[in-house]
């Protein structure tokens, strides 16, 4: 059941991801105006007391993404590394204040050739705009405060996008931006390395039981796989974003969520590959049921219980140390209520850790 339900994590982690910006809009509570026939969404962005800032949405004909912002040190800091590579229009205003996250080779050039847009832009950042980005279908312009009612803003922005929307050199090909399908690839394996993981911590969580012979050999294994896993994909996150201007910003929050993430999914995907594609016969290993314990527990959530069967192994295999102490599921320990005998299947496992198929009793 684990497993149906950390590969149904991965999945909706993985549609939150694409549909994050469509559910966010649906949830945010927008207005709407209407400036010289073109519908404008409102969105405040608010603390307990007051309006933290205020985000300005239109549609936009002009499949490509791009995202200007101020210049950062950080910006700066990747573009030093190599890791960042900013198209620069000519404009030194332009250019020294703001920079340009895109790879569109037609935004590029309308940004180079019309230096009326580069002035509407300016005027929004020198206005402290937090941000002016499109995702393809939306321009959303983003400022401090709340500048809801301010209708010069509203007016320039239907400007620009009037401005974009009749540029009939701006049609976009599938190759214009490359960064949009890498970027989906990598941020769609990211969130559902982040969804298995999260999957993986609930089940340690609510279904305490031993499913390996050796669960802290196990766990160190994985710990050490998933340490592998996660330098081998910040590599290849590096060697495919590596040269673009938005790629830096995708490495950071590749870095950030696998690091915290991978461990964790490290050891679930050694215990669920060990388990879920172990096709060998079992050993069979019979035991004397020697007590049965079952302990209760404490926590700010309320109670629950533990169980353990404790055994006398006569004559188990050789080179398979099976503990004396199991703790399982009330299930099997229902099952060994009026037992003295266990016959338990142990599978060997596909990675060679050893774990519990099945428990019967007599």
Not at 138 to 156: A, M, R, T, Y
Not at 225 to 234: A, D, I, M, N, S
Request: aromatic residues 14%; positive net charge; proline residues 3%.
């Amino acid at each position: 059941m684990w497993i149906l339900f950390k590969l149904i994590a991965i999945g909706l982690s993985a549609l939150a991801r694409i549909f994050s910006k469509q559910i966010f809009l649906s949830l945010s509570g927008k207005q709407e105006s209407i400036v010289a026939g073109n519908k404008i969404y409102i969105i405040k962005h608010r603390s307990k007391s007051s309006v933290l800032a205020t985000s300005f949405i239109v549609d936009l004909a002009f499949p490509a993404q791009f995202k200007l912002t101020n210049e950062v040190g950080s910006d700066s800091f990747f573009k030093n590394l190599g890791l960042a590579k900013e198209f620069q229009t000519g404009d030194p205003e332009f250019d020294d204040l703001i920079y340009i996250a895109s790879d569109s080779k037609s935004f590029f050039r309308k940004l180079t050739g019309d230096p009326t847009l580069r002035k509407t832009i300016l005027k929004f950042f020198v206005s402290d705009a937090i941000h002016l980005k499109s995702d393809g279908r939306q321009l959303i312009l983003k400022l401090p405060g709340d500048c809801s009612q301010n209708q010069e803003i509203k007016n320039e922005l239907i400007a620009l996008k009037d401005s974009i929307n009749r540029d009939r050199t701006l049609r976009v090909g599938f190759l214009d931006d490359p960064f949009v399908w890498k970027a989906f690839i990598t941020e769609t394996l990211v969130w559902s390395f982040f969804g298995y993981a999260s999957a993986g911590f609930m089940e340690w969580s609510f279904n305490r039981q031993d499913y390996h012979l050796d669960g802290m050999y196990l766990f160190q294994q994985g710990i050490i796989f998933g340490l592998l896993c996660l330098v081998f994909f910040f590599l290849v996150v590096i060697l495919v974003f590596r040269g673009s201007s938005r790629g830096h910003r995708i490495i950071i929050e590749s870095a950030l969520l696998i690091g915290l993430c991978m461990p964790i999914a490290g050891v679930n995907m050694l215990s669920d590959l060990n388990i879920n594609l172990d096709s060998q016969p079992s050993i069979i290993v019979h035991g004397q049921i020697i007590n049965k314990e079952k302990r209760e527990h404490r926590s700010k959530n309320g109670r629950y219980y533990t169980y353990y069967l404790y055994f006398n192994f006569d004559g188990a295999p050789s080179g398979l140390n099976v503990p004396k102490c199991i703790q399982v599921d009330p299930d099997v320990f229902n099952s060994a209520s009026q037992a003295s005998i266990a016959k338990i299947e142990v599978g060997p496992g596909f990675m060679g850790h050893p774990w519990y198929r099945s428990f019967s009793f007599d």
